[in-house]
Structure formats: C-alpha cells, structure tokens
C-alpha cells in the first residue's frame, strides 16, 4: 500500500472486479479453449455461484425475520384488544406468560451485505487463487517497461519478478482486509503497520538484488506510475498524424511528475507517508475530497502550462481535455471508494 489515493482506489477495484469475476468465470466455463490460467480461474467458479447463493439467502432469512417479527407484533395487538371487549363483570383470566416477540434482524445495507461475502473464507480464498493464477501478468502489465530497461539475466530477472509479485500480493490482501465490515481505526493503524513492515522486507530483497542504482530507478518508476498510466491512456486517443515521439513521451512524464512533485496538497492524497499517521476515515472527508478536486485541478493546469515547452499545438489541445476527462474519472472512484469505506464501518476517524 504506497499511499491513501492507491488504497481507496485499490479497495474499488477489488469490489468490483470480484463482482466482475463471477460473470467472467461463468462464461469462460463454456469456452472450448482456455489457457492454463483461465482454467485455474474457472475451477472456482462453482465456490463463487455458491457464495453469491449464500447472499440471497441471506436476504430471504433476513426477509423473513422482519415479517415473523411483523406477524407477532399484530397477534400481540389482537390479544390486547379481545381483552379490552371482556364485560368488567367477569374477572378477565389472567394471561400467560408471553413468549417475547423475536427481535427484527437489522436488514444489512448493500455495502454491508458484499462486505459480508467478500470476509467469507471461501471468497477470500478464490479471490487469492485469482491473484495467483494472473499474478505473472500483473507485474508485467506494471513493470514491463522497467524490466526491458533493465536488461538483468535470465536468473536475477526471475528473481525479481518474484519479489515484485510478493510485493503487490501485499497490497492485494490489504485491499481485502479493508472490504471487511468491522474496520474500525485501530484496526486500519494495525494493518497499516503491518503492511509496510511487509513492503519494507520485499523492498530491502529488492534493494540487495539490484543494488543503490538500480532500486533507485524502481523507486522513480513506481512513485510515477500515475503519470505513466495517464500518458498510456492519452496516447490512445491522439491521432496518427499527432502521436508522440519516444523523446516527447519521456519529456512529458517528467513535466507531469514534476509538477505534482513540487504542488503542495493541502491533504495530500499521494502522500504515502499519510496513511501510518491517519487513518482513512480521517482523511477520506467531504472537505477534504473537495479540497483535492479543486487542487488536483489547479495542479492539471500547472501540467497543461507546463507542457507547451513539449507538445505541439495538435497535441496540446487533446491533452488537455485527456487531463479534464481523466481527473473526472479519478475523483469519482474516490468518492465511490470512500462512501463504499464507510459503508463497510471503516469511517471512523482517529480516536
């Protein structure tokens, strides 16, 4: 877990993406050709139609406990009016002794019901087997660009693309353990702590294997990820005649880097060191929120001014509006991300 911004975001993803992953496994079942991850990933299809199965059951459990609660409720209130109607001449029989009326189970909100399945063990673990079968892909998705650039042997190479892999499961399991619905502010301190004690082993691996230099360029790698990943998307919607040369994508993700670098957040999102210092609740505010917003617009600007010394006037317009589009996108995960933390009990603030 690097900072607050890829914890929120990476909480949203593993929600949805598991949800995805029911559908995707159940039509990959059909298919007559599967690679061997895809296999992997299908065999827990029928432990993920089971959990979904669990859920509506629970719904149904707990649909029928509010109306047996309803039906008592109304046979206690019919027994007290046919007492009202005996003639006060007749002594009125003593009543039995009243068998309480069974409490209505607090119906779980959405949240709190996918929190609920995403802690049960079964779910957990196909979502563990999942990270397994494309955790290879992953790190080369991630770190493909790095690897070639590095050029290592064979052997050292492997080596790495282990720890690398290590590395991000720690980040996977913490955005697991935050979608359980008893997340409260100790617990996300204890957690916090724990994972970078994680991190820091894989880190210090990491370090001996490739000594000062080379995990220097991994630290620089990783902190600019988030402007690597908006270039990739930005390069996607530039036309032919206007792509960026290799000299001007270098140049523009160290403008972008840059300038984030050198912006003072009020809260700063990025912030990896936030996250043992606070907990989520108490940085995942709507004031806060609105504070990035308007921050993280004023930052894009600073980019946008920033980049006339690399982009042609062609490009300069596209990348604008790709920086207005992606902010968008961005703060709206977090919104999401954050109301879904709270809903799930992970709102507290710091005790």
């Given at each position: ?17 598991g ?26 299809a ?30 206690a ?8 109607r ?45 990270r ?16 070639k650039?590095l ?14 892999k ?35 082993g894989?880190?210090q ?6 000594g ?57 999102f ?8 606070q907990?989520?609740g ?8 609105a ?9 894009d ?8 010394r ?28 954050a ?8 709102g507290?603030?710091?005790?």
């Amino acid at each position: 877990m690097k900072n607050a911004l890829l914890i929120v975001l990476l909480v949203t993803t593993i929600l949805f993406g598991g949800l995805f992953a029911y559908e995707l496994k159940k039509s990959g079942a059909a298919r007559s050709a599967l690679t061997e991850a895809e296999r992997r990933a299908a065999a827990e299809a029928d432990r993920a139609a089971q959990l979904e199965k669990r859920a509506k059951d629970l719904s149904s459990r707990l649909a029928r406990a509010e109306a047996d609660a309803a039906n008592a409720s109304l046979r206690a209130s019919e027994a007290e009016q046919s007492t009202a109607r005996v003639p006060r001449s007749a002594p009125a029989p003593a009543p039995a002794p009243a068998e309480p009326a069974p409490e209505p189970a607090k119906k779980k909100t959405g949240l709190a019901l996918l929190g609920e399945i995403f802690n049960d063990p079964d779910m957990r673990e196909m979502m563990r087997s999942q990270r397994k079968a494309f955790g290879g892909p992953a790190v080369d998705s991630v770190y493909g660009n790095y690897l070639k650039q590095l050029n290592l042997p064979p052997e050292q190479a492997d080596k790495l693309k282990e720890l690398l892999k290590a590395k991000m499961g720690v980040a996977n399991e913490a955005g697991l353990n935050f979608l359980t619905g008893d997340m409260t502010p100790e617990k996300q301190k204890e957690l916090a702590a724990a994972i970078k004690e994680q991190t820091d082993g894989y880190n210090q691996q990491i370090r001996q294997l490739l000594g000062d230099r080379g995990y220097a360029q991994l630290e620089y790698f990783e902190k600019s990820q988030p402007e690597r990943q908006s270039l990739s998307g930005f390069k996607q919607q530039l036309p032919t005649a206007a792509a960026l040369s290799p000299a001007q994508e270098q140049q523009l993700a160290q403008v972008m880097f840059d300038e984030r670098q050198n912006f003072k957040f009020t809260t700063d999102f990025y912030d990896q060191q936030q996250v043992p210092r606070q907990t989520l609740g108490a940085i995942l505010t709507e004031e806060n929120l609105a504070t990035f917003a308007r921050e993280q617009e004023q930052l894009d600007q600073r980019r946008i001014v920033a980049a006339r010394r690399v982009l042609t006037p062609e490009q300069l317009g596209p990348f604008e509006r790709h920086l207005n589009t992606s902010r968008e996108m961005q703060l709206n995960m977090i919104r999401v991300g954050a109301k879904m933390f709270r809903g799930l009990g992970g709102g507290g603030g710091n005790p």
